[in-house]
């Protein structure tokens, strides 16, 4: 079945430096979504990816879909200690009106700044 | 605006007794309802997915059920919990117009401890 692989599963930074998490399909996505889940939290929808070769900002954060729509990235500029958590990124390969909304998730990249 | 309820947000429940957990969503109509579970520090299982009421579709084998009584409410169940029951359980809901907007909202989640 379809499978979403999301690495590195930890990553320790120092803060002030950057931070990038991957996810690769193994199938072609029709949209892929990141999603932040705080410590003790549920996970929060960040940004929705639908293009190929797209790119997207929000503040420090960069969001890139592949050409081939099968893999993307997120990447932090100049973490802050609010930036912790763990990052899913979740992909979708439904199409038309049978889509049920199904997303498949990666296991997610946790976050730990050093202030 | 919409929301979604869970509760309990905490239950600690012997082996073998019985379960109940449940999910309402507020302010959108046949909304796509989901279960997720959620083992410490791992991530997220899809458990159940339904498309309108009574409709229930089961991603992966367990002792867990879900059922759907009404069209905003989505109840998970077990008749005997098993220690590896375990976990943050998440309820989400979204709603598909199209592939492009099957954004998943999550609920506050239960955290499940099985002794």
């Known amino acids: 079945g379809q499978q979403v692989m999301q690495i590195p599963q930890y990553q320790h930074v120092q803060e002030g430096e950057d931070f990038t998490t991957y996810c690769n399909s193994s199938t072609t996505l029709s949209n892929i979504q990141w999603y932040k889940q705080r410590p003790g939290g549920h996970p929060v929808f960040l940004i929705q990816?639908?293009?190929?070769?797209e790119v997207k900002k929000q503040k420090r954060l960069t969001f890139q879909f592949g050409e081939a729509k099968k893999n993307s990235s997120l990447h932090i500029t100049a973490t802050q200690t609010t930036d912790v958590g763990t990052y899913f990124c979740?992909?979708?390969?439904?199409?038309?009106?049978?889509?049920?909304?199904?997303?498949?998730f990666g296991q997610g990249t946790t976050l730990q700044v050093k202030p | 605006s919409q929301t979604i309820h869970q509760w309990p947000a905490t239950l600690v429940q012997p082996v073998g007794s019985p379960l109940s957990l449940e999910c309402t969503v507020e302010?959108?109509?046949?909304?796509?309802l989901y279960w997720y579970r959620q083992a410490a520090g791992r991530g997220l299982q899809l458990l159940f997915y339904s498309v309108g009421i009574g409709q229930i579709s089961s991603e992966v084998p367990q002792n867990l059920s879900a059922s759907r009584p009404q069209d905003r409410q989505f109840i998970l169940s077990s008749k005997k919990l098993l220690l590896s029951d375990s976990g943050f359980y998440l309820c989400?809901?979204?709603?598909?117009?199209?592939?492009?907007?099957?954004?998943?909202?999550f609920g506050p989640g239960t955290r499940l401890t099985v002794l």
């Open positions: 979740a992909g979708s390969s439904s199409w038309g009106s049978s889509n049920t909304g199904k997303l498949i």
């Open positions: 989400a809901w979204s709603v598909s117009v199209d592939f492009s907007t099957d954004t998943q909202y």
């Open positions: 990816l639908v293009k190929s070769g």
């Open positions: 302010g959108t109509s046949n909304p796509n």
